[in-house]
């Protein structure tokens, strides 16, 4: 099991940007490692992932072009940097930790789709709060 500790959420106004944070123990070397997100009364979505192999990237169609994942290996941190936040982005954001699984088309890859099987660890969760 990995841990995870997320961070970096908090309140911010329409069009403003907000980086959150997933530090992880445990060995993450060949994970998807990624951020889901929950807003009450809804189903918790997948919103990106990085495949900690190669670097590739997956967005949510909502987030893309808004936001971005990264990952600095030798911190074993993840970042999620999100600009252009609307009020839609409020939520409970989740780093992940997932096992990857190659997904032929239309994904053609080892993180997507988004959803959240094969899950070896998740966050506490960080508030995300967006103001109109």
């Known amino acids: 099991q990995v841990q995870l500790v997320d961070s970096g959420g908090g309140s911010v106004q329409a069009g403003g940007s907000l980086t959150l944070s997933c530090a992880a123990s445990?060995?993450?070397?060949?994970?998807?490692m990624g951020w889901f997100r929950q807003a009450p009364g809804k189903e918790r979505e997948g919103v990106a992932a990085?495949?900690?192999?190669?670097?590739?990237?997956y967005y949510a169609d909502s987030v893309k072009g808004r936001f971005t994942i990264s990952r600095d290996n030798a911190k074993k941190t993840v970042y999620l940097l999100m600009n252009s936040l609307e009020p839609e982005d409020t939520a409970m954001y989740y780093c992940?930790?997932?096992?990857?699984?190659?997904?032929?088309?239309?994904?053609?890859?080892?993180?997507?789709?988004?959803?959240?099987?094969?899950?070896?660890?998740w966050g506490q969760g960080t508030q995300v709060t967006v103001s109109s």
């Open positions: 990085i495949y900690a192999v190669d670097g590739n990237t």
């Open positions: 992940a930790a997932r096992a990857p699984l190659w997904v032929g088309p239309p994904h053609f890859s080892y993180c997507a789709p988004l959803i959240d099987t094969r899950i070896t660890g």
């Open positions: 445990g060995y993450t070397g060949g994970s998807c």
